[in-house]
């Protein structure tokens, strides 16, 4: 254990700011929702992620964000375990019909100000799943939404794009 | 004694059913049938419903068959109240057919929780009542016993489910998972769809097993319409199920030892999952595979550089993971959480039939890779390997060894890649078919049956975790609740490929 740790220290991290071409972007995001995020929250923006019927694919690239290449908490954003304390609710699948309660439940629970970001295609309006018995039809069609984002699932990095949207759209509005 | 083969060859075969034949049975054979499966000579791989008829799935040794029953009086000799692993899929069946398994022991819904709006969604002209009805968890009773109520909302980033603890002080009496929060209707949003709109569907059933649940869907349609994917496309298919293998595995092993604590194993095996997902996005064009197998074959073919990209991951995997191995084996602080933690019985994992880690931890061998097996697997060189603890500390070993295996797959795969074709074109004709594919968590059942326009009928797919869930539930007992995260985490089931 000490060598790995060890060798962590005098690695390069692998965090990605790097400059390569088709890496700027992400870098570029990275310092912009840094800013952003300061401004409006204090260093903090705290995220509850609610599965209203996902495949499970959205969680596994919302994981992602947590691991050494995207290290969302860099910017102080950060995953916590009730929604409580939450900020933002990260909401993921068409919202089926046995989770409405919970997901409606979950959204009372989070104190104002909160924002709801509707994650992955199905979450918005129902995508593969529109028009089955067992579900609501998207995330907005049950709680307000502020933010959709596409993909199936989406990417790390345009999860990372869609909170810095999240939040710009915010500070403009004040 | 009758073996299943005999079985078949003493009943009416129905339609065009492949590559396994499909027979009639009548209520005596489905007693006998009941009664194999409760002696344990034979194995339960699916029980579904259709239009006044369920259909069982059977495993005889590397025999296999499909037994329908018809329900001409609405209902069908439960097989649950012989053979427990039956109980829950005869409850869905229940739920979304309005078919009644007479005898069983257990009323209680199961998917339906009485927000549907009707009841039996899946039978044409329903019109059955919603069933909505206060859901009584089973009792525990005893000394100082509490209950834990938790979810369906988790703490972490997974998916919903409910979990009913019963404990007395730290330790577990009961467990009890009540699931079905996540039903989109999947089964239902397919009759009617053509192959190509139903291969998307089945690709959303479980999204850490997209590979793997299209690849099953697409073995099952061609076996239905008596067609063949190109060479290519069975090494590309493999190559792509062996890369998602490898991804689950890697962020199991790292998200095991995260709820022991042990957040280094999390961040280094969170790496290697990145790196495997980055290849895979850029030779297949998605991180995850998604929407890349079809029938018929794969959407997108390796070029020279995709081939590096996955030579220089197997390099990078094979100079990193072993340290990995060594630090997992050699910390003792984690090793006394997972060492003896969450032990499933040999007995249980054979009765139920379950497949991937959590059997292969607990002495099952089966891998659907070789029984009944399916191109390029039998040209290929690979172990299976098999431990006999049944502890979460055998479910990481199992992982470890799988995460070996995959990468020599990947290897082969690449070195013995065949040149042609990597689709061929669909026929538009009927017909019946079923595959059994091995996913990271085990062995995923497609079943379809097709219309004359080749459209679906109907198409049930069934997730490894029916027959892992309920395991889960006796491996928890006498372990404190703290260590149900772990335990949890180790079995790694489907809420999503469970619930449809």
């Given at each position: 254990?000490?060598?790995?740790?060890?060798?962590?220290?005098?690695?390069?991290?692998?965090?990605?700011?790097?400059?390569?071409?088709?890496?700027?972007?992400?870098?570029?995001?990275?310092?912009?929702?840094?800013?952003?995020?300061?401004?409006?929250?204090?260093?903090?923006?705290?995220?509850?992620?609610?599965?209203?019927?996902?495949?499970?694919?959205?969680?596994?690239?919302?994981?992602?964000?947590?691991?050494?290449?995207?290290?969302?908490?860099?910017?102080?954003?950060?995953?916590?375990?009730?929604?409580?304390?939450?900020?933002?609710?990260?909401?993921?699948?068409?919202?089926?019909?046995?989770?409405?309660?919970?997901?409606?439940?979950?959204?009372?629970?989070?104190?104002?100000?909160?924002?709801?970001?509707?994650?992955?295609?199905?979450?918005?309006?129902?995508?593969?799943?529109?028009?089955?018995?067992?579900?609501?039809?998207?995330?907005?069609?049950?709680?307000?939404?502020?933010?959709?984002?596409?993909?199936?699932?989406?990417?790390?990095?345009?999860?990372?794009?869609?909170?810095?949207?999240?939040?710009?759209?915010?500070?403009?509005?004040? | 004694?009758?073996?299943?083969?005999?079985?078949?060859?003493?009943?009416?075969?129905?339609?065009?059913?492949?590559?396994?034949?499909?027979?009639?049975?009548?209520?005596?054979?489905?007693?006998?049938?009941?009664?194999?499966?409760?002696?344990?000579?034979?194995?339960?791989?699916?029980?579904?419903?259709?239009?006044?008829?369920?259909?069982?799935?059977?495993?005889?040794?590397?025999?296999?068959?499909?037994?329908?029953?018809?329900?001409?009086?609405?209902?069908?000799?439960?097989?649950?109240?012989?053979?427990?692993?039956?109980?829950?899929?005869?409850?869905?069946?229940?739920?979304?057919?309005?078919?009644?398994?007479?005898?069983?022991?257990?009323?209680?819904?199961?998917?339906?929780?009485?927000?549907?709006?009707?009841?039996?969604?899946?039978?044409?002209?329903?019109?059955?009542?919603?069933?909505?009805?206060?859901?009584?968890?089973?009792?525990?009773?005893?000394?100082?016993?509490?209950?834990?109520?938790?979810?369906?909302?988790?703490?972490?980033?997974?998916?919903?489910?409910?979990?009913?603890?019963?404990?007395?002080?730290?330790?577990?009496?009961?467990?009890?998972?009540?699931?079905?929060?996540?039903?989109?209707?999947?089964?239902?949003?397919?009759?009617?769809?053509?192959?190509?709109?139903?291969?998307?569907?089945?690709?959303?059933?479980?999204?850490?097993?997209?590979?793997?649940?299209?690849?099953?869907?697409?073995?099952?349609?061609?076996?239905?319409?008596?067609?063949?994917?190109?060479?290519?496309?069975?090494?590309?298919?493999?190559?792509?199920?062996?890369?998602?293998?490898?991804?689950?595995?890697?962020?199991?092993?790292?998200?095991?030892?995260?709820?022991?604590?042990?957040?280094?194993?999390?961040?280094?095996?969170?790496?290697?999952?990145?790196?495997?997902?980055?290849?895979?996005?850029?030779?297949?064009?998605?991180?995850?595979?998604?929407?890349?197998?079809?029938?018929?074959?794969?959407?997108?073919?390796?070029?020279?550089?995709?081939?590096?990209?996955?030579?220089?991951?197997?390099?990078?995997?094979?100079?990193?993971?072993?340290?990995?191995?060594?630090?997992?084996?050699?910390?003792?602080?984690?090793?006394?959480?997972?060492?003896?933690?969450?032990?499933?019985?040999?007995?249980?994992?054979?009765?139920?039939?379950?497949?991937?880690?959590?059997?292969?931890?607990?002495?099952?061998?089966?891998?659907?890779?070789?029984?009944?097996?399916?191109?390029?697997?039998?040209?290929?060189?690979?172990?299976?390997?098999?431990?006999?603890?049944?502890?979460?500390?055998?479910?990481?070993?199992?992982?470890?060894?799988?995460?070996?295996?995959?990468?020599?797959?990947?290897?082969?795969?690449?070195?013995?890649?065949?040149?042609?074709?990597?689709?061929?074109?669909?026929?538009?004709?009927?017909?019946?078919?079923?595959?059994?594919?091995?996913?990271?968590?085990?062995?995923?059942?497609?079943?379809?049956?097709?219309?004359?326009?080749?459209?679906?009928?109907?198409?049930?797919?069934?997730?490894?975790?029916?027959?892992?869930?309920?395991?889960?539930?006796?491996?928890?007992?006498?372990?404190?609740?703290?260590?149900?995260?772990?335990?949890?985490k180790s079995f790694n089931c489907s809420y999503s490929g469970h619930d449809l």
């Amino acid at each position: 254990m000490r060598k790995l740790l060890f060798n962590s220290m005098i690695r390069a991290p692998l965090t990605e700011a790097a400059p390569r071409a088709d890496d700027a972007a992400l870098a570029e995001l990275a310092a912009a929702l840094e800013r952003v995020a300061r401004r409006r929250l204090g260093r903090s923006l705290a995220i509850r992620e609610v599965d209203a019927g996902s495949c499970n694919g959205c969680e596994l690239e919302i994981h992602a964000l947590n691991n050494a290449f995207y290290d969302l908490e860099r910017f102080g954003i950060r995953f916590v375990a009730s929604p409580r304390h939450a900020d933002v609710l990260l909401v993921t699948g068409p919202v089926t019909k046995n989770m409405r309660e919970a997901l409606v439940r979950t959204h009372a629970a989070t104190p104002d100000p909160k924002w709801v970001v509707a994650v992955g295609d199905c979450a918005i309006d129902g995508g593969a799943f529109a028009g089955s018995y067992a579900i609501e039809g998207g995330v907005s069609a049950v709680i307000p939404v502020d933010l959709h984002l596409r993909g199936c699932p989406p990417r790390p990095e345009q999860l990372i794009r869609g909170l810095l949207a999240l939040l710009e759209k915010n500070a403009r509005s004040e | 004694m009758s073996t299943l083969l005999d079985l078949v060859s003493q009943c009416q075969a129905t339609g065009q059913h492949h590559p396994w034949p499909r027979v009639a049975v009548d209520a005596t054979t489905w007693q006998f049938v009941a009664e194999q499966l409760a002696a344990g000579r034979w194995s339960l791989l699916g029980l579904w419903g259709g239009n006044a008829a369920v259909h069982a799935a059977v495993l005889d040794s590397d025999a296999i068959a499909v037994l329908s029953y018809d329900c001409k009086d609405g209902g069908f000799p439960s097989l649950s109240r012989h053979h427990a692993p039956a109980l829950r899929l005869e409850r869905a069946i229940r739920d979304l057919f309005g078919l009644e398994p007479r005898g069983i022991e257990d009323p209680r819904p199961w998917l339906d929780h009485g927000r549907w709006g009707s009841g039996a969604p899946l039978l044409d002209n329903s019109g059955a009542r919603a069933r909505g009805r206060p859901y009584r968890f089973l009792p525990a009773e005893g000394e100082s016993l509490h209950e834990i109520p938790v979810g369906p909302v988790h703490a972490g980033i997974i998916e919903p489910g409910h979990f009913r603890f019963n404990a007395n002080g730290e330790t577990i009496v009961r467990l009890e998972a009540r699931l079905g929060y996540v039903h989109k209707g999947i089964e239902r949003l397919m009759v009617g769809c053509d192959l190509g709109h139903a291969a998307i569907l089945a690709g959303r059933c479980s999204g850490d097993s997209t590979v793997a649940y299209a690849l099953a869907f697409a073995r099952a349609a061609e076996a239905a319409l008596g067609i063949d994917a190109p060479a290519r496309a069975h090494w590309l298919r493999a190559l792509m199920a062996e890369l998602e293998r490898l991804a689950n595995h890697l962020g199991d092993i790292g998200a095991i030892c995260n709820d022991a604590a042990f957040a280094l194993m999390h961040t280094h095996c969170g790496i290697l999952r990145e790196r495997v997902l980055r290849a895979a996005d850029a030779c297949f064009g998605h991180r995850l595979m998604r929407d890349q197998v079809v029938p018929g074959g794969v959407v997108a073919d390796i070029d020279d550089r995709g081939e590096h990209t996955i030579r220089a991951l197997l390099v990078e995997i094979r100079r990193r993971f072993p340290s990995l191995v060594e630090l997992y084996d050699n910390t003792a602080s984690l090793q006394d959480r997972t060492v003896g933690t969450g032990v499933l019985k040999h007995e249980l994992a054979q009765q139920y039939a379950a497949g991937g880690y959590v059997g292969r931890a607990s002495g099952r061998s089966f891998d659907a890779r070789r029984t009944p097996g399916y191109p390029p697997y039998g040209d290929l060189e690979f172990a299976t390997p098999v431990l006999h603890e049944g502890d979460v500390n055998a479910r990481v070993w199992i992982r470890i060894r799988e995460v070996e295996q995959s990468l020599t797959i990947v290897e082969q795969v690449l070195g013995r890649l065949p040149s042609g074709a990597i689709r061929t074109d669909l026929p538009r004709r009927g017909g019946e078919g079923m595959a059994l594919i091995e996913g990271f968590r085990g062995d995923i059942l497609a079943w379809v049956s097709l219309a004359q326009d080749a459209t679906v009928l109907r198409c049930h797919l069934r997730d490894p975790s029916w027959f892992q869930w309920p395991l889960l539930e006796a491996a928890i007992e006498g372990n404190i609740v703290a260590d149900f995260p772990l335990c949890n985490k180790s079995f790694n089931c489907s809420y999503s490929g469970h619930d449809l």
